[in-house]
């Protein structure tokens, strides 16, 4: 499935604490500097988007997971979440007024579900076929720039709203910067609570669905899907598809899910091809990847990217910044890894599994890392 990129016209200075020296103009220099790391880390993102776009599928390796797992695909969605989140972080301490920072995100926010319905809607992929228009019983409603909207508004919110908080101690140490932003993490504990509560909690009943593509040869078949179920994180019967499937229509959701490279599915697998004759029935069904309670999930990896962007507020200097995100992200990596590999939460982008989370994440922390040491501390020069 295709992956869309954020809006990323708006700049995003570095903002550092200020150094102990007596000259305005230098302080004045240093509270505007480019965070160019950022916008590298933003290009590379882009980069990886087409890539995978365009090449997964010669290359399936490379591909979105087909269920369980973690491709390079699959990195895309959580790097640009965390992009965002150190964005939010940097570009909303310019705003000083309440207000106009609130409309400004409340307007950048409409412009990605804009954006994400028409692009992704699943009607500009057929333009020659819009005669009479559009079939709005139709239309996708979930997509990537969706839970980029999301995100970006719920994160945004929190922290316009507790700004004045976090003024008050521009300087703070390394772990008295999560109690600073304690209310960061509150909203992230009560995502998690959520997201694993309706996950492992809800009840799945047996479910059908009728074939809508006049294309297909089993047009107008009806296939029973057989479940009655909770707790369950398999392609059938997860809370995540009956959630979107009882709130947003099946009719609405992705027609293409990346379930059907499975080899439950088809002989070709990690390739697409024909569905087997034996598939399961879930196979012919349609799953949305971006949908509701797995963006709930997804603003995890946004929170977790802002708090990247209060490092670089609050702490000086750049090795105490790299010691700070090298140990999260390898902590994130190998708390993440642990729960896929011992079986207790599978990686999973579909579902957006807190292992998933904290792998990306950790991933694009360490990368971010990386890119940041190379360009904004000029490593083949003198740190400060």
């Known amino acids: 499935m295709s992956e869309i990129k954020a809006e990323t016209t708006h700049h995003h200075p570095l903002i550092i604490s200020e150094p102990d020296v007596s000259d305005q103009q230098e302080k004045s220099h240093l509270k505007t500097q480019r965070l160019a790391s950022l916008d590298i880390f933003r290009g590379l993102a882009v980069a990886l988007m087409i890539l995978v776009d365009h090449a997964g599928g010669d290359w399936p390796e490379i591909s979105h997971a087909p269920w369980n797992g973690c491709n390079l695909a699959d990195f895309v969605m959580p790097f640009f979440l965390f992009i965002v989140g150190v964005a939010i972080a940097l570009a909303l301490k310019r705003i000083p007024d309440r207000a106009d920072a609130v409309k400004k995100v409340i307007f950048r926010t409409l412009k990605l579900l804009f954006w994400g319905i028409l692009l992704q809607g699943g009607f500009s992929h057929a333009p020659d076929e819009l005669t009479y228009?559009?079939?709005?019983?139709?239309?996708?409603?979930?997509?990537?720039?969706?839970?980029?909207?999301?995100?970006?508004?719920?994160?945004?919110?929190?922290?316009?709203?507790?700004?004045?908080?976090?003024?008050?101690?521009?300087?703070?140490?390394?772990?008295?910067?999560?109690?600073?932003?304690?209310?960061?993490?509150?909203?992230?504990?009560?995502?998690?609570?959520?997201?694993?509560?309706?996950?492992?909690?809800?009840?799945?009943?047996?479910?059908?669905?009728?074939?809508?593509?006049?294309?297909?040869?089993?047009?107008?078949?009806?296939?029973?899907?057989?479940?009655?179920?909770?707790?369950?994180?398999?392609?059938?019967?997860?809370a995540v598809g009956?959630?979107?499937?009882?709130?947003?229509?099946?009719?609405?959701?992705?027609?293409?899910?990346?379930?059907?490279?499975?080899?439950?599915?088809?002989?070709?697998?990690?390739?697409?091809?024909?569905?087997?004759?034996?598939?399961?029935?879930?196979?012919?069904?349609?799953?949305?990847?971006?949908?509701?309670?797995?963006?709930?999930?997804?603003?995890?990896?946004?929170?977790?990217?802002?708090?990247?962007?209060?490092?670089?507020?609050?702490?000086?200097?750049?090795?105490?910044?790299?010691?700070?995100?090298?140990?999260?992200?390898?902590?994130?990596?190998?708390?993440?890894?642990?729960l896929h590999f011992t079986n207790a939460i599978p990686l999973n982008k579909q579902l957006y599994t807190l292992s998933y989370v904290c792998v990306t994440s950790g991933a694009a922390a360490l990368v971010f890392s990386a890119i940041y040491a190379l360009v904004d501390c000029n490593i083949f020069g003198p740190w400060t």
């Not at 990537?144 to 994160?155: D, F, H, K, T």
């Open 242 to 338: 009956y959630i979107d499937r009882k709130v947003l229509g099946i009719n609405h959701m992705y027609h293409h899910p990346a379930w059907r490279r499975s080899k439950a599915c088809t002989q070709d697998s990690p390739f697409e091809g024909p569905l087997r004759k034996d598939a399961p029935s879930w196979c012919h069904a349609p799953f949305e990847p971006e949908g509701l309670l797995s963006s709930v999930s997804s603003i995890l990896s946004t929170i977790i990217g802002v708090h990247f962007g209060h490092v670089i507020i609050h702490t000086k200097g750049h090795l105490a910044r790299l010691k700070q995100w090298v140990t999260m992200g390898f902590a994130l990596l190998i708390f993440g890894l642990t």
């Open 133 to 238: 228009g559009v079939d709005v019983r139709m239309i996708r409603l979930c997509g990537v720039l969706q839970r980029i909207a999301l995100s970006y508004l719920l994160v945004s919110l929190v922290e316009i709203f507790t700004k004045d908080v976090q003024d008050k101690d521009q300087s703070v140490g390394r772990f008295s910067i999560f109690r600073l932003y304690c209310w960061h993490w509150l909203m992230a504990a009560c995502v998690l609570v959520v997201y694993l509560a309706l996950l492992y909690g809800t009840y799945v009943p047996d479910w059908q669905f009728t074939i809508i593509n006049k294309d297909s040869a089993d047009y107008g078949k009806v296939f029973n899907v057989t479940c009655g179920v909770r707790a369950k994180l398999n392609p059938p019967c997860n």
